[in-house]
C-alpha cells in the first residue's frame, strides 16, 4: 500500500471513510460501532481457531481493534496490538482476514527468533516476552541495569534502573540500536553507560515569571493541560475543517491582569455572528455581539475592556501553503468515462436564493450549508426522485487529479472542461452507480 492511500485522510472527511471501511467490514460480517469520541470505528474480530499466540501456543478467540483510515485495522490487545496496522480491505471473506492475522503473528514470531540469535551472539541472555510480543534482554554494568526490547522493527532501550536510584522509563527519542555496531558485550556495555544523561527524559520546563512591574500588565493564561484547545483540534482535523451550520459553539480564553484572572467567552449565535463577554470576579465587565470578520482580536477587546495597555501582539503571518496529499486508493480511483455524481438536500429555497447542503454516500447530510442564486443552483443541479444532483462526467485522470466535464438536465456535456483534485473528488461524488 503506496503512502499516499493513508494521508488520504488529511484530504477525504473522516465520516466518509468511516462509511466505506463500514461498509466493507460489514460485508465481511464484522460489526462495528461508533467509539466513545464518536468518530472512532471500532469492534471486535472473533477467530475461529486459526489463530495462535505464538509464544504460549494458546488459542486467541478474539480481538478488539480499532480502524484506520478506511482499510485498515489495529489491534488493541497484546500480543495481537504487536502486529501494527492490518488491512482488511484486500479480503472477501472474514475467514481470510484470520489467516492472514495467523500469519502475520507467524512471521513476527519468526522475526522474533532472529533477533533473540543475533542478541545471543553477543552473550546476552534473552527471552521472549509473550504481553509485549518482542525479545527481552537484561544488560547488567556496575552502575545500571538496562532492559532491551526488540521486535522486527527496532531494538530499544526501554527502561534503565541505577545502583541504587530510582528507575526511569527511556526516553521515546533515544536512537534504536544497531546491534552490528558492538563487537562485543563490553562495546554494548559502555555505549549505553556512556548515554545514560540522553536517555533520561527531558525535564519540564520551569514556569516563567515576568519580572515586577509598577503598572499591571495584562497576560494570557495557558489552557489547562486536559483542555480541548483549537490548536489540538487543527492539528487533528486540519485547518480547513468546517463547523456545522448551526453547531453550537462556546470558546473561552483567561486573562490575568493586576492580580485578577478574566475569562472571555465568546458564544456562537448564528453562522458567523457571535455573542462575546468579558466576565470578572463580580460579573460581566463587557458583553456586545459581534460579526466574526469585524472582531479585532480577543486581547485587544480584553484590554481595552479592562482599560489596559494594549498589547500590540503582532498578528501571526498566515499559515503558508498546505501540501494536500492528491493519491486516492486504486479501489476508489475514478476511471474516464464514469459519471460520478453528488446528491444536496435543499435546506431553504427562497425566490433569489437557494441553501443547501451536501449528503453523504447513504444519503445523509454532512458538512457546511451553502448559497447558490436560484438561477445558478437551478442551472448546476438536477431534480430527480424528490432530491438534488450534480452530475459530471470524467475525461481524464492524471498525476492525483480529473478533467472532468458537467452534465446539464440531459445529461449533455456543457460549459469548458474543468480540473479537480481527485481527493476532493471522492470526497464529494459517488460513482453514479452507487448512487441508488
Not at 197 to 226: Q, Y
Not at 307 to 335: I, K, Q, T
Not at 350 to 368: F, K, Q
Not at 414 to 431: D, E, Q, T
Request: hydrophobic share 45%; glycine share 8%.
Amino acid at each position: 500500500m503506496g503512502e499516499g492511500e493513508h494521508t488520504i485522510i488529511g484530504k477525504i472527511p473522516r465520516e466518509r471513510l468511516n462509511q466505506i471501511a463500514s461498509r466493507k467490514l460489514s460485508a465481511l460480517g464484522i460489526p462495528v460501532r461508533l467509539g466513545a469520541d464518536r468518530e472512532t470505528l471500532e469492534g471486535e474480530l472473533a477467530f475461529a481457531g486459526r489463530v495462535q499466540h505464538p509464544v504460549t501456543g494458546q488459542t486467541i478467540a478474539r480481538g478488539r481493534f480499532v480502524v484506520t483510515g478506511h482499510d485498515h485495522l489495529r489491534f488493541l490487545d497484546a500480543p495481537l496490538s504487536a502486529l501494527g496496522e492490518v488491512n482488511f480491505y484486500e479480503h472477501e471473506r472474514a475467514t481470510g482476514l484470520e489467516v492472514s492475522v495467523a500469519q502475520a503473528l507467524g512471521r513476527h514470531a519468526a522475526a522474533l527468533q532472529d533477533l533473540a540469535a543475533r542478541m545471543r551472539s553477543l552473550r546476552l541472555e534473552t527471552a521472549l516476552d509473550p504481553e509485549r510480543l518482542a525479545v527481552r534482554a537484561l544488560v547488567k554494568t556496575a552502575t545500571h541495569a538496562f532492559e532491551v526490547l526488540g521486535g522486527p522493527e527496532s531494538v530499544r532501550v526501554s527502561r534503565v534502573a541505577p545502583v541504587g536510584g530510582r528507575p526511569f522509563e527511556v526516553a521515546p527519542d533515544f536512537p534504536a540500536l544497531d546491534l552490528s555496531d558492538f563487537a562485543s558485550p563490553t562495546d554494548l556495555e559502555i555505549y549505553l553507560v556512556g548515554s545514560v544523561a540522553r536517555m533520561r527524559p527531558a525535564a519540564p520546563a520551569p514556569a516563567l515569571t515576568p519580572p515586577p512591574t509598577s503598572a499591571p500588565t495584562l497576560a494570557a493564561t495557558p489552557a489547562p493541560r486536559n483542555a480541548l484547545t483549537l490548536a489540538a483540534l487543527a492539528q487533528v482535523f486540519g485547518d480547513d475543517a468546517m463547523l456545522a451550520p448551526n453547531a453550537m459553539v462556546e470558546l473561552v480564553k483567561e486573562f490575568a491582569y493586576g492580580n485578577t484572572r478574566y475569562r472571555f467567552v465568546a458564544s456562537r449565535e448564528m453562522g458567523t455572528r457571535f455573542k462575546g463577554r468579558v466576565i470578572g470576579p463580580n460579573g460581566d465587565v463587557w458583553s456586545d455581539r459581534f460579526e466574526l470578520a469585524s472582531f479585532p482580536g480577543t486581547a485587544k477587546v480584553v484590554a481595552l475592556a479592562l482599560g489596559a495597555a494594549d498589547p500590540g501582539a503582532a498578528p501571526a503571518p498566515p499559515p503558508g501553503p498546505v501540501a494536500v496529499a492528491s493519491e486516492v486508493p486504486s479501489h476508489l480511483m475514478p476511471h474516464p468515462g464514469e459519471i460520478w455524481v453528488m446528491s444536496v438536500v435543499v435546506e431553504e429555497a427562497g425566490p433569489d436564493e437557494v441553501r443547501y447542503v451536501g449528503t453523504d454516500i447513504d444519503g445523509r447530510p454532512y458538512g457546511a450549508a451553502r448559497v447558490l442564486k436560484r438561477s445558478d443552483f437551478e442551472a448546476v443541479f438536477a431534480q430527480e426522485r424528490g432530491g438534488w444532483r450534480l452530475l459530471i462526467q470524467i475525461d481524464q485522470v492524471q498525476d492525483g487529479s480529473v478533467i472532468y466535464r458537467q452534465l446539464d438536465r440531459q445529461r449533455q456535456p456543457m460549459g469548458a472542461p474543468r480540473k479537480m483534485s481527485s481527493a476532493i473528488l471522492v470526497a464529494n461524488f459517488v460513482p453514479e452507480a452507487a448512487a441508488y
